[in-house]
Structure formats: C-alpha cells, structure tokens
C-alpha cells in the first residue's frame, strides 16, 4: 500500500468512553440514580467522592482524571 493511498483516509475517532461511566451503567437503578445525584451535588468534594465510589467498587483513576470527568458531568446536566 502506498503512502498516498494510507493518508487518504484518516482512521475514524475513538469514542472516549470513560472506565467511570461503563461502571455507572452496570449499576442497579437506585445506586445509578444516587451516584448521578452525587456527581451533580456540589457538597460531596472530588475526593471524598472518588473514595466512596471506589470503597463501593469503582475504578481506580487519578484525582485529576476524576474531577474532570465529574465536571464534564456537570456540564452535559446543565
């Protein structure tokens, strides 16, 4: 295959699906609801947030990755 024919088509995006969001969606009704309303509640701080999740089998990611998975959360609510 040539470098011509390579380049002419670029690969298709990769959808950015978060590790967090694959496990909300693997949760029962009432835990989803509970930890949608706690991503959304702005009393629960980052990481004491991320501790509770992770206790209740969460994915481990970096604070840093949290709090701006979380934001984004709140921002796609609005």
Known sequence: MSL??????????????SVLDTWIEKLNTQDR????????????????LKRVLEAEGAPK?????????????ANDAQ
């Open 61 to 73: 990611i970096a604070e840093t990755t949290f709090g701006a998975w979380r934001r984004k959360h």
């Open 4 to 17: 011509v024919t390579r380049l002419a088509a670029p690969p298709a995006p990769k959808a950015s699906r």
């Open 33 to 48: 609801a509970a930890v949608e309303a706690a991503i959304l509640n702005p009393e629960w701080r980052h990481i004491d």
